[in-house]
């Protein structure tokens, strides 16, 4: 199995401008997440999908951010317009169903954000 | 709600054993997380406590208290590929099961 894909890797952007991020979980797992990590606050939620469909967006912080799973094997993270506070690793990890030690999260790579 | 708290930061010596604590306080606690994080990479399974006990795999063992809100990551034989973040991730009961991680110690091995 290829595991969780995330492009781009890297992406440099200028502040205002759109940015998307894009994410395939790992084939058969029916939730997807994505976080994002930085020095100050570390780990952090922003939304978590089950079979497509958006389940808590509590930790996306603002309407700048949003994010969409149009099926399965895809999923993406926009935020438009993006500041310069944005920057950060986002990771996207998938999960098969919970309840049991099956639902341990996979992290893809992560996209490296930086916004000038 | 979760607290969930780690050391920044320990050093230990190459071949030597070293534990990290996570300690949290949590209602409806359903599991326990830990999870290795090399520098510029994605953090990757390391174990899962639900309860109470020892589970060990290999090198690394993870123990949970679920009483006392407390587990532990130990790393034996340390080599200096461990150099990476541990981080602590606690899971509720009911809901969606996602777990909250904690910031991660940073473990420095030299040898």
């Known amino acids: 199995d290829a595991g969780v894909i995330q492009s781009p890797r890297h992406e440099v952007t200028e502040m205002g401008q759109e940015v998307t991020l894009r994410c395939k979980p790992i084939?058969?797992?029916?939730?997807l997440f994505w976080y994002r990590q930085t020095m100050m606050r570390g780990l952090e939620l922003l939304i978590y999908?089950?079979?497509?469909?958006?389940?808590?967006d509590s930790g996306m912080p603002e309407d700048r951010f949003s994010a969409k799973m149009p099926n399965a094997s895809f999923s993406t993270l926009k935020i438009q317009p993006s500041e310069p506070r944005d920057s950060a690793v986002y990771f996207c990890a998938s999960s098969s169903p919970g309840g049991s030690r099956m639902d341990t999260q996979y992290f893809g790579p992560g996209t490296r954000l930086t916004v000038l | 709600g979760q607290n969930i708290d780690q050391p920044t930061e320990m050093t230990a010596t190459e071949g030597a054993i070293v534990q990290i604590n996570c300690t949290y306080q949590?209602?409806?606690?359903?599991?326990l997380f830990w999870y290795q994080q090399h520098a510029g990479e994605a953090p990757t399974f390391l174990s899962y406590?639900?309860?109470?006990g020892l589970e060990e795999k290999g090198r690394f063992s993870s123990f949970l208290s679920r009483s006392k809100g407390y587990s532990y990551l130990l790393l034996k034989e340390l080599q200096m590929k461990d150099s990476a973040s541990y981080l602590c991730?606690?899971?509720?009961?009911?809901?969606?099961?996602?777990?909250?991680f904690g910031r991660g110690t940073s473990l420095i091995v030299h040898p």
């Open positions: 949590t209602s409806g606690f359903n599991g």
């Open positions: 991730a606690v899971r509720l009961s009911g809901g969606s099961y996602i777990p909250t």
């Open positions: 406590n639900v309860l109470d």
């Open positions: 999908f089950n079979n497509n469909v958006p389940i808590d």
């Open positions: 084939s058969g797992h029916n939730s």
